[in-house]
Every structure is written in C-alpha cells, then in structure tokens.
Nanobody, 122 residues
Framework: QVHLVESGGGLVQAGDSLRLSCAVS????????LGWFRQAPGKEREFLAS????????YYKNSKKGRLTISRDNAKNTAYLQIDSLTPEDTGVYYC???????????????WGQGTQVTVSS
C-alpha cells in the first residue's frame, strides 16, 4: 500500500518561503506522479503542482510555475514543494497525493497523506 507523510508546515509570516516534504513508502505500484494540493478553510481541495518520479515532467496550476517549485529526491523517496513570497491566501492544509500520471486532475490521485497545516500571518 502506498503511504505518504507530509511535513514542513507551520505558522509563518507573509513574505516568507516554506518547503514542504512528502515522504513516500510502501512503493508506488506503477504510479508515476506525485502531486501537491491545498485545501483552504471552507473550500475544495485544489491542485498546485505535480511531478513525475521517472522523468523531468512537471506541471503547475494554471501552467505557471510562479511562486511554486516542485522537486523530488528519488533516493529518499521524497518530493518537495517550495512556496515563495507567502501570503495569507496561502493558508490551508497541504496534501500530497500519489497519481498515475502528471496531471492537475484530482481524480488521477488515489493515495493521500494526512496533510500538513500552513498558516500565514499578515
């Protein structure tokens, strides 16, 4: 079974940068992608970025890298999401998911971590 654990969240100030980690264990069973999503209070989970474990493919929300940088370390079975210039609108629970292909479609991801809370103060 695919097991994902997010870490790196916390309380930060506007303008700070943050790097979230997603450690994967148990194998991916053919799933090529790792995606990051955010769920703000009272809102649906939204796609942020996705990366392939096997090649250089990445995909970002609105097809723009912007303030986000997704990366991975295959030797550590860990993926990362760096967010720069944080604003209070970035507040939410950040989830990583294991998916079959690099995609912004929530339905492509069928294993999820428990999430890590990010709170950005103004």
């Amino acid at each position: 079974q695919v097991h994902l654990v997010e870490s790196g969240g916390g309380l930060v100030q506007a303008g700070d940068s943050l790097r979230l980690s997603c450690a994967v264990s148990g194998g991916t069973f053919g799933r090529d992608a790792l995606g990051w999503f955010r769920q703000a209070p009272g809102k649906e989970r939204e796609f942020l970025a996705s990366i392939s474990w096997n090649d250089d493919t990445t995909y970002y929300k609105n097809s723009k890298k912007g303030r986000l940088t997704i990366s991975r370390d295959n030797a550590k079975n860990t993926a990362y999401l760096q967010i720069d210039s944080l604003t209070p609108e970035d507040t939410g629970v950040y989830y990583c998911g294991a998916g079959w292909t690099v995609s912004g479609n929530l339905g492509e991801y069928d294993y999820w971590g428990q999430g890590t809370q990010v709170t950005v103060s103004s």
